[in-house]
């Protein structure tokens, strides 16, 4: 079965630390975490109180923080590994790149390219039929 560890470190690993780039759309993100999509996530309250207290030095302290490293972990598990199932799909590629696509791009999109992937009709909707197809991939 799929581990959800492995696929966080390569997804983090790419991620980064701290960004705040004008001209990225995703705007403020911590970890690939963009503050956009998930505004009520616990960890900006965690990284808001970093900046406030260590305006210069709050990126260094923040890569040393657990609470702010496990925030990162469950936001991950909940919301873009969890959500597909990704425990029980038994090719660890094939779950790491449903993860890294719906990070990255969005439930929907992560949807829609393993349904075109799989040949089953594009309906943007999760269900069991694409799971099983995903879970044969061999």
Known sequence: M???NKAYKKVTAAEGGYVNDPDDAGGETYKGVSRKANPYWVGWVILDDLKKHHPKTFE???KKTPQLEK???DLYKKTYWDCFNLDN???QLVAEQLF???VNCGRLAAITIAQRTVG???TGKWDNNLFDKLAAIK
């Open 60 to 62: 260094s302290i923040a």
């Open 89 to 91: 799909v038994p090719n």
């Open 120 to 122: 089953v009709p594009v």
């Open 71 to 73: 925030a990162v972990c």
């Open 2 to 4: 799929a581990d959800f």
């Open 100 to 102: 890294d696509t719906n």
